[in-house]
């Protein structure tokens, strides 16, 4: 049985994009279920499939995982040899660990600069918390890529579970036209560089659905 991910649009939902790159990356078939965020009842489709009520949502059989993070961890049990995470020890601890930060922290970026892949970049006033969320997210990007990153243009050389995490937040760092250092524009370019990537934004791209902060 095919694996099953339930999304939200792919123009807007940075947590739904994270398993679907660590999926379509590496050629793991699955099945999509694209729910519209705020359209109509859209949490009462969710909620056939997910009892938190967001998306993304894996399904694996009678087996349903959600939350971005906790998806990426089952897919790197179930397919081992993928290395999703870094086999090394110390790039594995790094990786995890920007990874759950990523996952619980940053949130007047996302506040400020919410991920909108239609919208044709360009700054806007960014408060100062936002700010900061960015230069944290320079900090982390260019440690990973000094310490690990040799051999590849990702976080950890090769493409990781850690990169499905950082990516939404590369998509903001274009379509608000963010300033960053060298290291860190070179690993936006790397993600939009990625097929995959590619991919998701040309399918977000052709969506009919909008929401109010398009105006931003």
């Not at 930060?101 to 996302?110: D, I, K, N, P, S």
């Amino acid at each position: 049985m095919a694996l099953t991910l339930v999304l939200g649009n792919k123009n807007y939902s940075s947590w739904s994009l994270r398993p679907y790159l660590a999926l379509a990356h590496h050629k793991i078939a699955f099945e999509e279920i694209v729910i519209p965020l705020y359209e109509g009842d859209f949490k009462q489709a969710i909620l056939k499939h997910s009892p938190a009520g967001k998306v993304p949502v894996l399904v694996d059989g009678e087996i349903a995982v959600w939350e971005s993070l906790a998806i990426l961890d089952y897919l790197a049990e179930k397919f081992p040899k993928l290395a999703l995470w870094p086999a090394d020890l110390a790039a594995r601890a790094q990786a995890r660990a920007i990874s759950a930060e990523m996952h619980a922290g940053f949130a007047a970026l996302r506040k400020a600069c919410p991920m909108n892949l239609k919208r044709v970049p360009r700054p806007i006033v960014i408060p100062p918390e936002a700010i900061a969320d960015v230069e944290r997210v320079a900090q982390i990007w260019n440690d990973t890529r000094e310490r690990y990153g040799q051999g590849g243009h990702f976080l950890f050389g090769d493409f990781s579970a850690a990169d499905c995490m950082y990516a939404p937040v590369a998509t903001r760092i274009r379509s608000y036209s963010v300033p960053v250092d060298l290291v860190s524009s070179a690993y936006v370019d790397a993600i939009h560089a990625l097929p995959v990537f590619s991919a998701w934004r040309e399918a977000g791209l052709k969506e009919p659905w909008t929401m109010a902060y398009d105006q931003l």
